[in-house]
């Protein structure tokens, strides 16, 4: 008799129902695992033989042989193991009725003794098997959290092989587990913890540019000498990002998921993603890692923000990386076994210093750089990456003077500025309610030709300044969408002059 048991396999995003088929016969012992399995699943006949057998179980001395179908698709990882050990155990009889095992996925890694290790990608295996109408899904207690955010299907935790023989064998009643109330994650602030606009003095232009930047998605690069209050400012910008949706919480919870970021105390991401990166980090290490391309930094960022401090010490290779996520929204990694396509729609927070001793804008300070070295550091940033930045910011040193008066002023905290942003970010998610987007900066030319409506004076006015500064039709569309974003701060249905002209004063003159 052949018995079969469910799985799931992921590769990149991408979900597949794993049909395990256990056969057990005479002949000489062997344990034969086939269908494209990794090192991983081929160890898992090592942890079974101890497993089984802790269990009060055993693996026959037989010819068993199991197959992993579809074969075309790579198996990977130690999460196969439970789903195995329920296939011998059917097939030895241990197990009487299979008809809580026709509706339900198994997923687990074996200890020796028979107890139940976590294991990754459980989020998107979770949403695959509700799509396939299985009714349950079996799960390490490690998993449970990440698991049961999924509704209308029962998830139900296992401790270790034994409990499950007796729940199969309707020994032990099983109890789902309760749905995962996404509220009750929700970061709570605590006082002092964060990082505040109130507390960086002056700096009123950038304050606002992040603003802008914050509602919703526009990539914005700020320049300043050591000191200005750059890193500063980036990191309370983490503090004014709308919260996420229910949707949008689960979609970047599954690349946590599978990059293995995700644990029992995280089983979901609450809070808008904000990924530094340091300057000495490797290209692959920034779109994806490992033979299996794991998704990283850029789509660890996806929904929001990805910074990169003292941009041009990054090598140049590293930062034309970002040039087609940048624009497509998406990254495409290639290994020899397969290609994996991840989501990257993030907003790109950039610093930098205006020379490689900083100081070149610097008022007090002298800089002691050649116009061959300004000129051969700026240059590790291409026109194509320039041309793909919103918003150009200039963070000035601060002079000793408006430390003082700073003292005596009560500056807007970074709590009154996240509100007005989630009031921008509300409306726009009303504008894109029927179509698959949800900002401004992921606007295309159909939706900027509906959305991005100007009087004829605006239109004279953006048309003049796209000929004067010398800017592109990438330049264009990318004023007119900031343009709208920022009469949605103002609460305006349209865009008027005043809006045109504050795009404007955030781009940069293409010398080129």
Same mark, same amino acid.
């Given at each position: 008799m052949i018995s079969f048991v469910h799985a799931i396999t992921v590769n990149g995003l &991408?979900? *597949?129902i794993v049909d395990i088929e256990v056969d057990i016969n005479q002949g000489l012992p062997a344990f034969t695992i086939v269908g494209l399995p990794d090192q991983w699943v081929q160890e898992s006949k090592e942890r079974l033989r101890s497993a089984l057998k802790s269990s009060w179980a055993r693996i026959p001395p037989s010819r068993i042989t199991v197959n992993l179908a579809p074969a075309n698709i790579k198996k990977s990882g130690p999460s196969f193991d439970l789903a195995i050990a329920i296939g011998i155990l059917l097939d030895q009889g241990n197990i009487e009725n299979d008809d809580i095992v026709k509706d339900s996925i198994f997923l687990g890694e074996l200890s020796l003794d028979g107890r139940l290790r976590a294991v990754s990608w459980i989020l998107p295996a979770t949403i695959w098997a509700k799509e396939k109408w299985f009714k349950r899904i079996f799960v390490p207690l490690g998993n449970t959290k990440e698991a049961s955010i999924i509704p209308d299907i029962e998830v139900i935790w296992v401790s270790?092989?034994? &409990?499950?023989?007796?729940?199969?064998?309707?020994? *032990?009643?099983?109890?789902?587990?309760?749905?995962?109330d996404l509220s009750s994650l929700q970061e709570e602030i605590i006082p002092g913890t964060q990082h505040d606009f109130s507390q960086v003095i002056g700096q009123k232009f950038a304050k606002r540019a992040l603003e802008i930047a914050a509602a919703w998605g526009h990539n914005i690069l700020m320049e300043g000498p050591p000191g200005s209050g750059k890193t500063m400012l980036a990191k309370s910008f983490s503090w004014i990002l709308p919260k996420l949706s229910i949707n949008e919480a689960i979609e970047i919870s599954k690349i946590y998921s599978v990059s293995w970021l995700l644990t029992e105390e995280i089983p979901i991401i609450s809070k808008r993603p904000f990924r530094s990166i340091h300057h000495t980090a490797s290209s692959t290490s920034i779109i994806?890692?490992?033979r299996n391309a794991r998704p990283w930094e850029i789509s660890l960022a996806h929904k929001w923000v990805l910074f990169l401090d003292e941009i041009l010490e990054f090598p140049k *290779?590293?930062?034309e990386v970002l040039r087609q996520p940048l624009e497509d929204g998406e990254i495409t990694v290639t290994r020899v076994n397969a290609s994996y396509?991840?989501?990257a729609k993030f907003s790109l927070l950039w610093a930098m210093n205006p020379c490689?001793?900083?100081y070149l804008t610097d008022p007090d300070k002298e800089c002691i750089c050649s116009p061959n070295q300004i000129s051969t550091y700026r240059s590790r940033l291409s026109g194509p990456l320039i041309d793909r930045i919103d918003m150009f910011i200039e963070v000035p040193k601060v002079p000793t003077k408006d430390f003082k008066a700073s003292a005596k002023q009560d500056a807007e905290n970074s709590e009154v500025i996240a509100l007005r942003v989630q009031q921008a970010? &509300?409306?726009? $998610?009303?504008?894109?309610?029927?179509?698959?987007?949800?900002?401004? $900066?992921?606007?295309n030319p159909k939706e900027i030709k509906k959305y991005c409506v100007l009087d004829t004076e605006s239109e004279w006015v953006l048309a003049s300044a796209v000929q004067t500064m010398n800017l592109s039709a990438r330049s264009y569309y990318r004023i007119l969408k900031l343009a709208r974003t920022i009469a949605d701060l103002e609460k305006s249905t349209t865009i008027e002059l005043s809006h045109i002209l504050e795009s404007l004063s955030y781009r940069k003159k293409d010398e080129s």
């Open positions: &991408d979900s *597949t270790n092989l034994k &409990d499950l023989i007796s729940i199969l064998n309707k020994e *032990t009643p099983y109890i789902a587990e309760a749905l995962l994806g890692w490992g *290779t590293v930062l396509k991840y989501p490689p001793c900083g970010r &509300d409306i726009q $998610a009303q504008r894109f309610q029927d179509i698959s987007m949800s900002s401004n $900066a992921e606007m």
